[in-house]
DNA sequence: GTGAAAGCGCTAACAG
DNA sequence: CTGTTAGCGCTTTCAC
């Protein structure tokens, strides 16, 4: 095994606790004996073992992520990835370590997020997901272990430390671009409804919908797994209603993207045909065919800010909960034209 | 915090090493006293901590997962989600946690890697990607650390434990899949020629244009990173060449995503005016339009058996190293169809 | 400013 | 089969 500190304490002719207090950096300590200790550690390689280190002081400078059951195609979302990264880039720069916890099945996933925290193997979890009725949710409010969640929690939502977008708002405006671009039949596409976020933007929608005056229909609202079979099918009724909708407000952008080859399918374009406006502005959207309209929500930035609360917490059990709603840009790009540009075609 | 090994004992009146066995299924406890210190251990809610155990016995249950660098786009690649599938599964089932690793420079991955290794906080790394001169690979390997590859390591092939498909066969026989088609004119589109995989795809690429006496020409390869602009145009001089190409042959499903609406872009249809053949069958190479044509090389076969084979390794250092070729097979779609068929249109 | 000693929670000989 | 006794490597009072 490695060296440990008593090997460089007697190296440096010190004792393991003046050492250690080298390490922690230590206020009270004469440069010099610092200086010698910091010598020999580089001499021999030294490197602290963080078990020993958790075990004395009880803490594992690391943090628990919790990925979304892996039973539907979802994760292979890019906004896994891109979330990482910034949480990682946090993780990182405060010597932090990132355990991964995901599974097939929400049992799965609860067995995990209990072996994190149970086995003191994580200070605290982050939630890459919010949904209704959340399992792994109650099990932490429970064992109050701190957490953060990326997204809106779906209950006691003033005590739960999160970072979101303003995904109402954003909804909202990007279906009054659509309003502006002259469309009236306007659906919106999304998935399921126990996923918060799809909850807040189609509410956006809605309200857009309602203030410009337009028919908020049942019809024109579809709830699909992400591309599924059935997802084919709901698309097509929805062009074969007496009044087929010219614009789509769509959850996601990897949707977007199954929706435009779906259309392709019965014969229809994007733009051309039908507008779509969609959400998150994955690095595929604009590289993509037409590119799309979309909200940027700031994915990057949403792992890096709930990496940072999250730390805050653990370092600090009394921080207050918080709500940190990273602000969303819209890019606008080819998928979304002008109603009467439809209508000349 | 939580309840300890002692208090169990207490409990159920036995010492606290037989409390560990317990814990240890420990063959020789007679059945009555180990109903006795499960029905305390139960009633009294506890869980081994991991860190003293860790600390206690040298070893971690966990091991580190060691993504490329994000500096590039490609960790948006639904391969990784795809393979961490693969790994959590063996992982979950095996009560093995998952340290994340990456960064946004080499240099930052590598800062990572070493802290995993030297704060003992795994007893194994799997590495997600193979490039030629990885630091990570030279440190693991200096350090005698245990590894396992996805992909063929740059060196030292026989000393390191990796689970890869046959890429270059598959790229032959994709490619063959092509000349079948009775093209003539064929291309390769690759990632950087650093990376094992875009080498070897080529290679088996190249097999079967000269085993067919077609033309292996320079102007035929292209390597550009995943669809950056430069993309755009490397692809277009391809198709100003004096003899275009009616085939390609594309080292990823997600550059031919950005191939087909780069060719869109500049009027050329897939399959009609150029077919397409790529691979790891993501899973939006089957939403995608046209469907593609892919070699399926089961990513999460990949992962599962890496993290299958790291277990063993951790299990018993003696373990040989071993090559796992996991099979791929060729999912037949639409983005390539026969040159006649594209001659008559 | 530094050392000695106790202990974090668990495992692993060694006895018996 | 089970209890006793040492640690694993580090931190942290408490003295000096």
Redesign the interface.
């Known amino acids: 095994?490695?060296v440990t500190i008593k090997e460089v304490a007697k190296a440096a002719g010190v004792a393991p606790s003046t050492v250690s207090r080298v390490i922690a950096d230590h206020p009270r300590i004469s440069p010099a004996t610092k200086k010698k200790v910091k010598k020999a550690m580089k001499e021999m390689g030294y490197?602290?073992?963080?078990?020993?280190r958790?075990?004395a002081n009880?803490s594992?400078q690391?943090l628990g992520?919790v990925m979304p059951s892996?039973a539907n195609?979802a994760?292979?979302n890019?906004f896994?990835?891109?979330v990482?990264?910034g949480i990682?880039?946090v993780a990182?720069q405060l010597?932090y370590?990132?355990?991964?916890?995901?599974?097939?099945k929400d049992e799965?996933m609860l067995?995990?997020v209990e072996?994190?925290v149970?086995?003191?193997?994580v200070d605290g979890i982050i939630l890459l997901y919010s949904q209704v009725n959340d399992p792994v949710l109650h099990f932490l409010l429970e064992k109050d272990f701190p957490f953060v969640v990326i997204g809106k929690p779906s209950e006691r939502v003033d005590e739960i430390t999160h970072v979101d977008n303003d995904n109402i708002r954003s909804g909202k405006n990007i279906t009054n671009h659509l309003i502006d671009l002259g469309h009236e039949n306007i659906a919106f596409i999304g998935g399921s409804t126990d996923l918060i976020v799809t909850i807040d933007r189609m509410r956006g929608y809605q309200l857009a919908i309602e203030e410009a005056g337009l028919p908020y229909l049942e019809e024109y609202r579809v709830h699909t797994e992400f591309?599924k079979s059935g997802g084919s099918q709901a698309v097509s009724e929805l062009f074969n209603l007496p009044k087929p909708p010219t614009g789509l407000v769509i959850a996601d952008d990897?949707m977007s993207?199954?929706v435009?080859?779906m259309l392709?399918?019965f014969g229809m374009l994007v733009p051309e045909d039908v507008s779509i406006v969609s959400f998150n502005n994955?690095?595929?959207s604009e590289?993509?065919?037409p590119p799309l309209t979309t909200v940027d929500i700031h994915i990057y930035e949403l792992g890096y800010q709930a990496a940072k609360c999250l730390i805050d917490k653990v370092k600090n059990k009394l921080e207050p909960a918080k709500r940190i709603i990273v602000p969303f840009t819209i890019e606008l790009r080819q998928s979304a034209q002008s109603r009467e540009k439809t209508l000349n075609e």
């Open positions: 095994m490695g490197h602290p073992n963080a078990n020993a958790g075990l009880r594992t690391s992520v892996s195609k994760l292979q890019p896994f990835p891109e990482l990264r990682s880039a990182h010597d370590s990132i355990l991964l916890s995901t599974g097939e799965e067995e995990g072996r994190m149970y086995a003191n193997r591309l990897l993207i199954g435009i080859n392709e399918e994955v690095y595929l590289v993509t065919r």
